[in-house]
């Protein structure tokens, strides 16, 4: 009690800054500790969580509209529907965050990075990131997704690796984009070929 009584009359006699300066002097261990204690705490909830994740599949929409989120979950719920997956950790992901910019650094290194991690089942992309994946041999043929009339819901094929969209409002609408050309695709890296099977599927009933 006298130790309290101390301090407290060491602070008394300071200034606003100088009570601060002391605080932090003394008591900086206890703070970094209670930030840690934090930290682990957020750490094992994230990773209690990604392990009781099921996911299903991940979609990743270049210069998509990341707002366009009603849009997003009734796709995600209807892909689970096809997939007849209900559970409490089922997840269908779509992320839209990965900005249509002309192919700037940063928007190359968000893909690549999320390629690379094998976190993407499905790209849209515009054109050029198509071309560029492309050339690299890194998408996968189709034919072993798309049913015969899912293969014709574009008007076209694209070496048989993409679904082209082109002046398609409702494509457009749906995931988001602006772009004049919507390339459709499989990583030849995904991950969920059963999820991937399922997305053409609702896609084709989504715009017949």
Request: net charge negative.
């Amino acid at each position: 009690m006298g130790k309290l009584q101390t301090e407290w009359q060491k602070l008394k006699g300071m200034s606003l800054g100088e009570k601060a300066e002391y605080i932090w002097m003394y008591y900086k261990s206890w703070f970094v500790g209670a930030l840690a204690v934090i930290a682990l705490i957020y750490l094992g909830i994230t990773m209690y969580h990604g392990i009781q994740t099921n996911v299903l599949l991940n979609v990743a929409v270049v210069g998509g509209n990341s707002q366009n989120t009603t849009a997003f979950v009734g796709l995600e719920n209807e892909i689970k529907e096809e997939l007849q997956a209900d559970g409490k950790y089922d997840k269908v992901r779509i992320q839209a965050n990965i900005p249509e910019d002309g192919g700037s650094v940063s928007s190359q290194t968000a893909l690549t990075t999320l390629i690379g991690a094998d976190s993407v089942d499905i790209l849209i992309c515009p054109e050029e990131i198509y071309e560029e994946y492309h050339a690299q041999r890194g998408f996968e043929n189709l034919e072993t997704y798309l049913t015969e009339k899912e293969s014709k819901i574009s008007g076209h094929l694209v070496n048989e690796n993409a679904l082209v969209f082109e002046g398609e409002k409702n494509v457009e609408e749906l995931f988001g984009v602006a772009y004049d050309k919507i390339y459709i695709t499989v990583m030849v890296n995904q991950q969920h070929s059963q999820g991937a099977k399922a997305f053409f599927e609702v896609l084709e009933n989504r715009i017949s």
